[in-house]
Nanobody
Framework: QVQLVESGGGLVQSGGSLRLACQATGNIFSIGAMRWYRQAPGKQRDLVAVIDSAGGTDYGDFVKGRFAISRDDAKKMVYLQMHRLEYEDTAVYYC???????????????WGQGTQVTVSS
């Protein structure tokens, strides 16, 4: 069984910074792309950032150079460093990772439970 556990959320003032972390645990053979999504109340879940197994990255347009995604494959972790946070960044942030596990080592996407980020204006 694969689990993703996020950490690092919290309350921060506008203009501040936070670093989110997500660790994958369980019977893992390989990790593919790793992503961060976010969902604000009453809104759809949006892709914030993605990093592939080669280290290539992509970001949602709203990031505007403020966030950086990184990964540590040895620790099976993905990070999201967020700077110049704005009130509109307030949301629950979710980790999503493609993991190959089990007998057939098929890649399956897993979600974390989410971590709340609240930015005060």
């Amino acid at each position: 069984q694969v689990q993703l556990v996020e950490s690092g959320g919290g309350l921060v003032q506008s203009g501040g910074s936070l670093r989110l972390a997500c660790q994958a645990t369980g019977n893992i053979f390989s990790i593919g792309a790793m992503r961060w999504y976010r969902q604000a109340p009453g809104k759809q879940r949006d892709l914030v950032a993605v990093i592939d197994s080669a280290g290539g990255t992509d970001y949602g347009d709203f990031v505007k150079g403020r966030f950086a995604i990184s990964r540590d494959d040895a620790k099976k972790m993905v990070y999201l460093q967020m700077h110049r946070l704005e009130y509109e960044d307030t949301a629950v942030y979710y980790c999503h990772t493609d993991v190959a596990s089990g007998r057939w080592r098929t890649y399956i996407g897993y979600w974390g439970q989410g971590t709340q980020v609240t930015v005060s204006s």
